[in-house]
């Protein structure tokens, strides 16, 4: 999205490519599109009206604010400050340690009682 050209969606004479000959990202970040035929009175008089031109209005997404979506992302976290906690695992262990000593403490006291 960040690196769409727009040389790749118009042709020399700066028209509007068919939407099938578009690259991937440009559909992807189509939003709408109108095209008016434009008419006007035939000259030679075989027919009524012939085509005087055509107006294509194409509207895009907004590319900033997706890309801002996109880093507020839950998974993404672009936006968010990492915080890198330092663990002592000896710590955790004799912590773990004394959990279970306490936990077996606590079992003998119930058998005790039972």
């Not at 009206?49 to 604010?65: N, P, Q, S």
């Not at 955790?92 to 936990?103: L, T």
Request: aromatic content about 8%; hydrophobic content about 40%; glycine content about 6%.
């Amino acid at each position: 999205m960040v690196r769409a050209d727009i040389q790749d969606i118009v042709d020399e004479l700066g028209r509007f490519k068919p939407i099938t000959q578009w690259p991937k990202i440009w559909r992807q970040m189509l939003r709408g599109c109108e095209v008016e035929e434009r008419y006007e009175r035939a000259i030679d008089g075989e027919k009524k009206w012939d085509a005087a031109g055509r107006v294509v209005k194409v509207r895009f997404i907004d590319r900033l604010k997706a890309i801002e979506l996109l880093g507020r992302h839950i998974n993404v976290k672009a936006f968010q400050q990492n915080e890198v906690a330092v663990v002592d695992i000896e710590d955790i262990r004799s912590r773990i340690e004394a959990g279970r000593a306490y936990m077996n403490e606590q079992q003998r006291q119930q058998r005790r009682l039972n």
